[in-house]
């Protein structure tokens, strides 16, 4: 079974530091996105990800966030200068085609910020 | 922007009793995806639905896309404590993915 993994599974850090999440998704996959989820709310789309370029993106998706490709393989979010309401699960999914093959979502990476 | 409507928003059940969860997307979807979730943790695929009047069926997790694959619903038979948590539909518009609000099932004994 195919597998999306997303590291690091919990993250803990001070309020204005920088946060990476890595995803490695599945390898013949061409589109990626990243998913959050504050706690006992709802999944909410940020960013999706398309022939190195963002294809579109939510209004939470703001100039503190940035997502890359950098080698081929990862798939990584960067917060630049985290706030407490930045606390949430990332989920990471990829996706071989739009329309209709399945979407792989990752276990998520839980990040607090204190 | 894309709304997936799920309901009832809560459900509480004794134990043995059959429930439905449904979930109603405004546009026909390419996929329906059915995820339960444990409070705080990763989403655990249950089912994906791609062709209309699909049903599929999992140990006693029952889901079914309609004709016009705008809506479906998630049926459990004879509900068990195990049951219990929060179920998510997901919605593949051909363009995006998207969640639905979620419905936390809880299961009394």
């Known amino acids: 079974e195919p597998e999306v993994t997303q590291t690091p599974s919990h993250q803990v850090t001070q309020m204005g530091q920088e946060v990476i999440l890595r995803c490695v998704p599945i390898s013949n996959h061409l589109y990626f996105y990243w998913y959050r989820q504050i706690l006992g709310q709802k999944v909410e789309f940020l960013v999706s990800f398309y022939n190195n370029e963002i294809s579109e993106k939510s209004e939470i998706f703001d100039d503190q966030f940035s997502v890359e490709r950098p080698d081929g393989s990862n798939f990584t979010l960067k917060i630049r200068s985290t706030k407490l309401e930045d606390s949430a699960m990332y989920f990471c999914a990829s996706h071989r085609t739009v329309s209709g093959n399945t979407i792989y979502f990752g276990e998520g990476s839980w990040l607090t910020v204190v | 922007s894309q709304e997936l409507e799920q309901s009832p928003q809560s459900l509480i059940v004794q134990e043995g009793k059959n429930l439905t969860i449904n979930c109603t997307s405004s546009k026909t979807l390419y996929g329906l995806y059915w995820y339960k979730q444990k ?61 639905g609000t979620g419905t936390s099932l809880t299961v009394i004994p």
Do not use: R, V, W
């Not at chain 2, 140990?59 to 038979?77: F, G, M, P, R, V």
């Open chain 2, 39 to 99: 409070y705080g943790e990763g989403l655990i695929f249950l089912m994906m639905l791609q062709k209309g009047g699909e049903e599929k069926s999992h140990e006693k997790i029952t889901a079914k896309l309609d004709e016009k694959k705008q809506q479906s619903s998630l049926h459990i038979t004879a509900s068990q404590p195990s049951h219990a948590g929060i179920y998510l539909c997901g919605a593949d518009t051909g363009n995006q993915f998207y969640f």
